[in-house]
C-alpha cells in the first residue's frame, strides 16, 4: 500500500514538508509506503475550463507539461490513498495547491474514486479551519472517505521549520497516519486492530 502526499507549498523544505514527513514517518511504521511530491515554485495554471480532459478520453489535463498536475494522475493510477497539505495564505488554501487538486480531481477522477484522502493546512495564526474545509470538500465530491485526526489536520508555524516545535500539531499528524494505515488495512483486508492506534495526548495552546 502507499499513500501519496503533495507539498503544496513553495517552499520545499517548510513547514507544510515538516508536516506531511511527520506523517509519512509514522506511515512507515505501518509499513505504508508513501511519496512527497512538491508542487514546485513556480507558476501553476488554473482550470480554464476548456474540456479536454474530458473529450479526449485520456485523463490528463490539457496543461501537459506546465507543472504537476498529470503527474499526480498517473501517481495516483498507483497509490491507495492520498494527502493534500498547503500553507495558509489570507485564510485560504496556498492557490497553487487548490489549483493542482481542482485540474487533477476533474481530469484524472477515476484515478481518485474510493480512495481515502485527507487534507493537511499550516498557518502562522488564524484562517487554518477555512482552509482545511475547503481542501477537504472537492474530496468530498468525488466520493473520497475522509480520515481525520483526534483535531482538526492544522499545525502551526511561521518560520522554516517552526511547526516542529507545535507538539500537539505533530501528534495530530501521527494520529492522521494512524488512521490512514488503519483504514487502508481494513479495505485491503489486512489483519489490524478493531479501533486506531492512540498516543495519549499532549495538548498545547499559543500562550507559552
Known amino acids: 500500500m502507499k499513500v501519496l502526499l503533495i507539498n503544496g507549498?513553495?517552499?520545499?523544505s517548510g513547514n507544510?514538508?515538516?508536516?506531511?514527513?511527520e506523517i509519512a514517518k509514522q506511515l512507515s511504521k505501518h509499513d505504508i509506503k508513501s511519496e512527497i511530491l512538491w508542487v514546485g515554485n513556480k507558476a501553476v495554471?488554473?482550470?480554464i475550463a476548456c474540456g479536454q480532459c474530458k473529450s479526449n478520453g485520456d485523463k490528463r489535463c490539457v496543461f501537459g507539461d506546465y507543472d504537476i498536475c498529470n503527474e499526480v494522475i498517473s501517481k495516483m493510477g498507483e497509490c491507495d490513498a492520498i494527502i493534500i497539505g498547503a500553507p495558509v495564505y489570507w485564510g485560504q488554501p496556498a492557490s497553487q495547491a487548490l489549483a493542482i487538486q481542482q485540474r487533477?480531481?476533474?481530469a484524472g477522477g477515476g484515478n481518485f474514486q474510493g480512495k481515502p484522502?485527507?487534507?493537511v493546512c499550516i498557518c502562522r495564526r488564524g484562517g487554518?479551519?477555512?482552509?482545511f474545509q475547503t481542501l477537504q470538500m472537492p474530496f468530498q465530491m468525488c466520493n473520497m472517505p475522509l480520515i481525520g485526526s483526534q483535531y482538526w489536520n492544522i499545525a502551526y508555524g511561521r518560520e522554516e521549520g517552526e511547526v516542529s516545535k507545535d507538539i500537539e500539531g505533530l501528534q495530530t499528524m501521527r494520529t492522521l497516519a494512524n488512521n490512514m494505515a488503519w483504514m487502508l488495512k481494513k479495505i485491503h483486508d489486512v489483519n489490524t486492530t478493531d479501533t486506531p492506534e492512540r498516543e495519549t495526548?499532549?495538548?498545547?495552546?499559543f500562550i507559552r
Open 45 to 47: 495554471r488554473g482550470c
Open 128 to 131: 487554518a479551519t477555512a482552509a
Open 104 to 106: 487533477m480531481l476533474y
Open 117 to 119: 484522502a485527507a487534507a
Open 16 to 21: 507544510t514538508y515538516t508536516a506531511l514527513a
Open 201 to 205: 495526548w499532549t495538548p498545547m495552546h
Open 9 to 12: 507549498s513553495p517552499r520545499k
